[in-house]
């Protein structure tokens, strides 16, 4: 499984509305840029989320919510959301407003 179309999908409908998204397929999952900087992504069936570095310490207390770790060594300030985490739009509207703050604040690229 690279990754899951329908989240693809449900991500694209919420993010595409603002300026400076660009959509990238990058490391076997599908990725949402904001002004050039990596804001969130597809991975299997799971949502990887950028936040800053308080907001993923506290975002890792939350149910369904892990560091976001393929190879062995966790990105640092990225989670990953699984499924039952990201169920509902209303869930998935909250990760992608909180990686929009943080990821809005960077300079752009």
């Known amino acids: 499984m690279a990754f899951s179309e329908s989240l693809a999908a449900r991500v694209r409908d919420m993010v595409t509305r603002q300026k400076g998204i660009a959509e990238k397929k990058m ?10 900087n990596l804001l969130v992504g597809v991975w299997k069936d799971s949502l990887i989320v950028r936040l800053g570095p308080e907001q993923a310490d506290r ?6 919510v892990k560091k976001f770790d393929v190879t062995g060594k966790p990105m640092k300030n990225w989670i990953l959301v699984e499924p039952d985490g990201v169920e509902n739009d209303e869930q998935l509207k909250n990760w992608l407003e909180a990686a929009e703050k943080f990821v809005g604040s960077l300079p752009k690229k």
Do not use: M, Q, V, Y
Not at 59 to 64: D, V
């Open 27 to 36: 490391f076997g999952s599908l990725c949402f840029l904001l002004n050039g």
């Open 59 to 64: 975002a890792l207390l939350k149910p369904h």
